[in-house]
Nanobody, 118 residues
Framework: QVQLVESGGGLVQAGGSLRLSCAASRSILSINVVGWYRQAPGKQRELVAAITSGGNTNYADSVKGRFTISRDNAKSTVYLQMNSLKPEDTAVYYC????????????WGQGTQVTVSS
C-alpha cells in the first residue's frame, strides 16, 4: 500500500507558476509509475504527466514545454512544476501511484485545487 499527500495548489494569475508536491509513504523507487492527473468541472480526469521508477517521463500535449515532473528519491516526493499557467489549467490535481508488476494497483491522493485567473 501507499499513501499520497499532495500540496502546493492555490490561486495564481495567468502566466504564473506553481509547484505541486506529492509525498509518498514508501520509497517512490518501489512505485512503478507516479503520475499527476487533473479533473476540471464537468470533464473527465486526464493524465498530465508521469514518471516511472526508471526515470522516464511523459506529458500531455497540452502541457509540454510548460510543466515538468521530477522527483526527490530521498524525500519520496514527486513534484510538478507548472509554468506559464493558463486559465484552462484550472482543475483539481491528483497524484496517482501504480504499484505492482503483474496486476498494478492504483492509489490516489486527496487532490489539490489549482485555479488560474485570467
Amino acid at each position: 500500500q501507499v499513501q499520497l499527500v499532495e500540496s502546493g495548489g492555490g490561486l495564481v494569475q495567468a502566466g504564473g507558476s506553481l509547484r505541486l508536491s506529492c509525498a509518498a509513504s514508501r520509497s517512490i523507487l518501489s512505485i512503478n509509475v507516479v503520475g499527476w492527473y487533473r479533473q476540471a468541472p464537468g470533464k473527465q480526469r486526464e493524465l498530465v504527466a508521469a514518471i516511472t521508477s526508471g526515470g522516464n517521463t511523459n506529458y500531455a500535449d497540452s502541457v509540454k514545454g510548460r510543466f515538468t515532473i521530477s522527483r526527490d528519491n530521498a524525500k519520496s516526493t514527486v513534484y510538478l512544476q507548472m509554468n506559464s499557467l493558463k486559465p484552462e489549467d484550472t482543475a483539481v490535481y491528483y497524484c496517482n501511484a501504480k504499484v505492482g508488476q503483474i496486476l498494478p494497483r492504483d492509489y490516489w491522493g486527496q487532490g489539490t485545487q489549482v485555479t488560474v485567473s485570467s
